[in-house]
């Protein structure tokens, strides 16, 4: 893992319609481009300043904004949607509150390439747990918003399923999708389950496992920082497209 930069100091804003702390590019963008945006996405009961502390590690062209999920469930602690872990296992979820915060986090991004002048052709995401649950379906969901995603830890919530777009329209999107063999939160099962479902809908997919608990690992975050830096460097691989139908 490389060695993280200290005068990276991200900064809080309030005035989009999510607050979000705000990394400004490390790395000067190409004359006549505009720097890439990476939007980080955190599990429930935490906050923006769980997964800004990867911001350092991560490409220095990208313009980084952590963001706080809209439902308050105490003090600095927020979700995305709520969530109930059975006793026999499993989950209950109010599937309404993911598809409001799926549409919060779309209309945030294209605030967020206008408020920071970043290129609207290439955002990205970058969740945990829950904040992966809301990438995955984002990205099945609006893959027009997107130019990949790293969703870690997380699952595709069968009462997203219906929601999904066609293949013709989330063919080709990148996606590296990252889960720990000893999750005792969200198990390996929902990511092998969640594998065939992006491959038939035609996504660029890496599909990687670890030997790792609930977590993001040095190993996988490595990764994932070197998969995006790949993504920068290649052309982008499908039409980016403002419109569309959307899901849901």
Do not use: C
């Given at each position: ?194 594998r065939p479902i992006l491959e038939r809908q035609g996504v660029a997919l890496d599909y990687r496992e670890y030997d790792a608990p609930h977590s ?13 830096t790949a993504r920068l460097d290649e052309p982008l691989p499908r039409p980016r497209a403002s ?6």
């Open positions: 893992m490389t060695q993280p930069d200290p005068d990276q100091t991200p900064t809080l804003r309030s005035d989009l319609s999510l607050a979000h702390l705000a990394r400004s590019p490390q790395s000067p963008a190409q004359a006549g481009t505009k720097p890439p945006l990476l939007a980080l996405l955190h599990g429930v009961g935490s906050n923006e300043r769980d997964l800004v502390q990867l911001a350092p590690y991560l490409d220095p062209r990208f313009q980084i904004v952590s963001l706080r999920a809209p439902l308050v469930r105490g003090p600095q602690s927020f979700a995305w949607f709520d969530v109930e872990f059975l006793p026999q296992g499993g989950f209950r979820i109010a599937p309404e509150q993911i598809a409001a915060s799926r549409d919060r986090i779309a209309a945030f991004l294209g605030e967020a390439a206008a408020a920071y002048g970043a290129d609207a052709e290439r955002v990205y995401l970058l969740g945990f747990s829950q904040g992966a649950i809301m990438s995955l379906t984002l990205a099945l969901t609006q893959p027009e918003r997107l130019a990949g995603a790293v969703p870690i830890a997380g699952r595709i919530p069968p009462e997203v399923e219906p929601w999904i777009a066609s293949p013709e329209r989330t063919a080709g999107l990148p996606l590296l999708l990252e889960h720990g063999r000893f999750d005792q939160v969200i198990p390996i099962s929902w990511a092998h389950r969640a993001i690992t040095p190993r996988m975050l490595d990764d994932a920082a070197a998969w995006l419109g569309g139908k959307e899901g849901d």
